[in-house]
């Protein structure tokens, strides 16, 4: 198992993909260990539970069951994960569904070929100093709220909120502050004030009292009442042309995935963590069980994308996104995922 952080500033989307290559675009898959396949998957926090899935593939040995040579890398935004993908400098992305409907208004073709959540399993934290005040997403006027960093989900999210209460996103502050001890020690020190973030660093801040749940995106429930609806979140997604040209190993990816997401639905959080890295835990293995079983119910056991989620990420990143909204009704969703794998990986078994 290889796991390599990404270090330093990714140049921006634009010049990435003007300056992407005809050989890159038709590149053929990389030969790793023992001649097998090799794929380079990058993925958005691998601490994160949100993306437990891809690392736990990995500790379960289903990558290598499938005849596969995966490298998961390590970076803090999905943002700068889209970027690298996008750049060709990685095969796929463990991120958030709703950066392929961002891309495709931006000119890019990205599939979602499993889809593992239907709900983000975020939530909005408020320290509790601000509790008292920031009772709703109208109260986010002048505020900082922290989000992994710009055009990252948690900054998508954290504007659907507050466009929905009319606040709009020049009306408060978004910072950029990662996830885990980063997003903590700017609640601690005043940078913000609240913001979007996941388990673990749910369960830390609530266990210290450090801050309130102020909308709760880990539960159907919660999502429908603060999204409008379901919204698709944990994805394996990949550029379109390596899905046309590489099927047999993105069917063998889902295999992996499909595979996984089962193991899940029939293991208890406590022998989900303990197959997870020891890292992971931050040293408080009882706190880490506590924050799986908190986000637990974001998965579904298939890996396939419900058609009325999709609908609704689209109408919910078509109130506020600049790129989104004045090419709402030429977006092609069908274009941005498939469960034609994951249908594939069920029939097998």
């Known amino acids: 198992m290889r796991i390599r952080r990404i270090a330093g500033a990714v140049a921006a989307l634009a010049l990435i993909a003007a300056g992407t290559t005809a050989c890159q675009d038709s590149r ?49 935004s999905g943002a700068t994960a889209e970027t690298s993908l996008v750049a060709k400098q990685v095969d796929g992305v463990v991120g958030f569904y709703d950066h392929t409907i961002d891309l495709q208004a931006k000119g890019q073709c990205i599939e ?28 986010f006027k002048g505020r900082k ?22 606040v709009g996103a020049d009306q408060y502050t978004p910072v950029k502050v990662g996830a885990g001890q980063t997003f903590i020690a700017s609640l601690d020190n005043g940078g913000i004030d ?3 973030t996941t388990d673990p660093t749910i369960a830390k801040l609530t266990s210290t009292g450090k801050a309130k749940v102020l909308y709760d995106l880990r539960t159907v429930e919660g999502t429908k009442a603060a999204l409008g609806g379901l919204y698709p979140a944990s994805s394996l ?19 992996a995935f499909v595979a996984t997401l089962k193991w899940m639905s029939q293991h208890s959080p406590e022998e989900i963590a303990a197959k997870m890295p020891p890292s992971y835990s931050g040293g408080d293995q009882a706190l880490y069980v506590k924050s799986i079983k908190d986000s637990i119910g974001m998965f579904n056991t298939d890996g396939t994308m419900d058609a009325d989620g999709a609908k609704n990420a689209l109408e919910v990143l078509s109130t506020f996104s600049t790129n989104v909204k004045p090419r709402k009704d030429s977006i092609d969703l069908s274009k941005t995922y498939t469960t034609e794998f994951v249908d594939a990986a069920a029939k097998q078994g």
């Open 145 to 166: 709220l922290g989000v992994t960093s710009l055009g990252s989900s948690t900054d998508f999210l954290t504007k659907a909120l507050a466009a929905k209460a009319g």
């Open 237 to 255: 997604y990949l550029n379109c042309d390596f899905v046309q040209q590489h099927r047999d190993v993105v069917q063998k990816l889902a295999n």
């Open 28 to 76: 053929g898959v990389a030969t790793g260990s023992g001649g097998k396949p090799k794929v380079t998957i990058i993925v958005g926090g691998l601490e994160k539970v949100i993306y437990l899935p891809a690392m736990l593939s990995q500790q379960l040995g289903n990558f290598a069951a499938q005849g596969l040579d995966v490298e998961l890398q390590g970076e803090q």
């Open 194 to 196: 609240g913001g979007m």
């Open 112 to 139: 979602s070929v499993v889809q593992m959540a239907n709900i983000p399993g975020e939530a909005e934290m408020i320290g509790t100093a601000n509790a008292n005040t920031i009772k709703s997403a109208a109260d």
